[in-house]
């Protein structure tokens, strides 16, 4: 079975840096497009941030900038750096995979247990 395990997450004050981790284990023929998304408190689940397999990153308008998400392949791992946090970017932070895991079948979504994030001072 594949997982998805983030981690990096905790208490930063605004203004701080903070870098998630996500890392997938488990049967993984292929892993496609990785993704960053959050949950604010009473707020729907957001995009922060996408990959290609190949390198290619998008980003939402309210992060970019501050936020770089990049992929080691070799390790199966997605990562958020994230700089000049803001109260605003306090949310649970989930991980997001599209990964093919057998050679019988397609891809599909994986979803990590997510993180939390909070700018607080």
């Known amino acids: 079975q594949v997982q998805l395990v983030e981690s990096g997450g905790g208490l930063v004050q605004p203004g701080g840096s903070l870098r998630l981790s996500c890392a997938a284990s488990g049967r993984i023929v292929s892993m496609n497009a990785m993704g960053w998304y959050r949950q604010a408190p009473g707020k729907q689940r957001e995009l922060v941030a996408s990959i290609t397999s190949g390198g290619a990153a998008n980003y939402s308008d309210i992060v970019k900038g501050r936020f770089t998400v990049s992929r080691d392949n070799a390790k199966n791992t997605v990562y958020l750096q994230m700089i000049s946090l803001k109260p605003e970017d306090t949310a649970v932070y989930y991980c997001?995979?599209?990964?093919?895991?057998?050679?019988?079948?397609?891809?599909?979504?994986?979803w990590g247990q997510g993180t939390q994030v909070i700018v607080s001072s």
């Open positions: 997001n995979a599209q990964i093919r895991p057998s050679w019988f079948g397609g891809p599909r979504d994986y």
